[in-house]
């Protein structure tokens, strides 16, 4: 590596400037309450499910990596694929809680996302 | 509160449409469109199931669904099971979104009230459908008898009439899901309770509808209960009437 690209590795280090992952939802169902998919938080109460198309952004570019969810805490939220339906998602609310969810872009960790559990509504008693 | 009869009218109209026969054991669609959910009773006093007529089927099947439907409300503590039949693709086994506050034993028995999503998981543990069923709390129990709500009940000696109890939440709406129910009276004679008939007929003490049978002039109650729940109506019983030729 010649001496001037190993002075753009360093700056761009020191300045931050590495890819710029994000996500793209759509949601694919309508959920009975209301559920909030982000690239910062995953909110959703305990008891919903929501399914969304997932597509990975990564330097303000559409990519087509394949995008796996991995919750650090079990039990608080379940992250599946909708059955033969690679960039799509099923989202539900097992309990209560909060846990980090790690999101990679083939293979590559490029975010953590905070997931919310919040407590179930309870409906008309 | 959304309803699911306008999907069946619109699937037979499709079907008239394009000649295809409707599946006859309906059920509901799922959230993703990728198949049907559908309700099984699987225990005693499911109002789903309910099968003499002494409950308006009219009024109970906006919530409660026919054709295998989904209903849109369960009573906490009843119990139901649910499958599900893709359209195409791989088979599916039906599990609670919550572990916790729904039991898998025999069915599914939902104990903490609020939605729960049931989820239809392939053997690869990805998830074909989805749909959601809300669990409320009994907050009374209707009686029923040839179609109509009753506060009482006047019979002739050697008359037999079908009541039936109606779990209902607090805003009078039918609540789906079977639980044992208890029917008793004083037993001083006026009248007996027998099975009504039914998929579970045979131990009248357990399900939801009973059949009263006039057997002496007098007055007396007849009460049932469901968990918590408890009703109780007032039996006038009248002289036999006369058969005139």
Do not use: K
Request: hydrophobic letters at 40%; glycine letters at 10%; aromatic letters at 6%.
């Amino acid at each position: 590596m010649s001496r001037l690209a190993w002075i753009a590795v360093v700056v761009g280090l020191a300045t931050g400037c590495t890819s710029d992952h994000s996500l793209e939802y759509t949601l694919l169902s309508d959920p009975p309450e209301s559920v909030l998919l982000s690239d910062d938080v995953i909110e959703i109460p305990a008891g919903v499910a929501v399914a969304a198309r997932v597509v990975p952004i990564e330097d303000d570019e559409r990519g087509s990596q394949r995008v796996r969810f991995a919750p650090q805490r079990v039990g608080i939220i379940g992250i599946e694929n909708v059955a033969d339906e690679d960039r799509a998602f099923v989202l539900w609310g097992m309990e209560p809680g909060q846990s980090d969810v790690d999101v990679s872009f083939d293979g590559e960790r490029v975010l953590r996302i905070q997931a919310v559990v919040t407590e179930p509504r309870i409906g008309a008693e | 509160m959304q309803r699911r009869l306008p999907y069946l009218s619109f699937s037979a109209l499709l079907a008239f449409a394009t000649g295809c026969d409707l599946p006859l054991d309906g059920g509901s669609r799922g959230d993703l469109g990728a198949g049907s959910f559908n309700y099984d009773c699987v225990a005693t006093g499911d109002a789903v199931c309910n099968r003499t007529g002494a409950v308006d089927a009219n009024h109970t099947e906006i919530v409660l669904g026919i054709s295998r439907e989904v209903p849109l409300l369960v009573a906490v503590g009843g119990r139901f099971d649910l499958s599900f039949r893709p359209d195409g693709g791989s088979a599916a086994f039906v599990e609670p979104a919550r572990r916790r506050g729904v039991s898998v034993q025999g069915g599914f028995s939902i104990s903490d009230p609020g939605v729960h999503a049931f989820l239809a998981r392939t053997r690869d543990g990805e998830v074909a459908d989805f749909i959601h069923v809300e669990a409320r709390r009994i907050a009374e129990l209707e009686i029923w008898s040839e179609g109509v709500p009753i506060s009482g009940v006047s019979l002739a000696v050697g008359e037999r009439l079908t009541i039936a109890a109606l779990p209902v939440d607090h805003q009078h709406t039918p609540l789906a899901g079977g639980s044992s129910w208890h029917w008793s009276n004083p037993q001083t004679g006026e009248v007996e309770l027998e099975a009504a008939p039914g998929p579970f007929d045979g131990a009248a003490q357990l399900d939801d509808e009973v059949v009263i049978v006039g057997l002496a002039e007098g007055t007396t109650t007849v009460a049932v209960q469901r968990g918590d729940a408890t009703a109780e109506i007032p039996i006038e019983v009248t002289p036999a009437e006369e058969v005139t030729p």
